[in-house]
């Protein structure tokens, strides 16, 4: 939403603009896929404990950064 308001003030062509995002959100996302795939065979069986560390982990910060 914000980017195309950005769009509308500076006058860019829309067209370019959706094509370069769409094609960067479908390799972004086809790599995403691709490589969730390859890595979750490794870490098949620690898959929930890695996402619970890095849950915590962001919890962490958000906390410290409040407190300070």
């Not at 370019?16 to 896929?33: D, H, K, M, R, Y």
């Not at 490794?42 to 950064?65: C, D, R, S, T």
């Amino acid at each position: 939403l914000a980017v195309g308001v950005s769009f509308a003030f500076l006058s860019v062509s829309i067209i370019p603009s959706i094509t370069i995002i769409g094609i960067t959100t479908f390799v972004f996302s086809f790599l995403a896929v691709f490589l969730g795939k390859k890595l979750g065979q490794y870490v098949q069986n620690y898959a929930e404990i890695i996402g619970g560390i890095i849950l915590i982990g962001i919890g962490i910060k958000i906390l410290f950064e409040h407190l300070m």
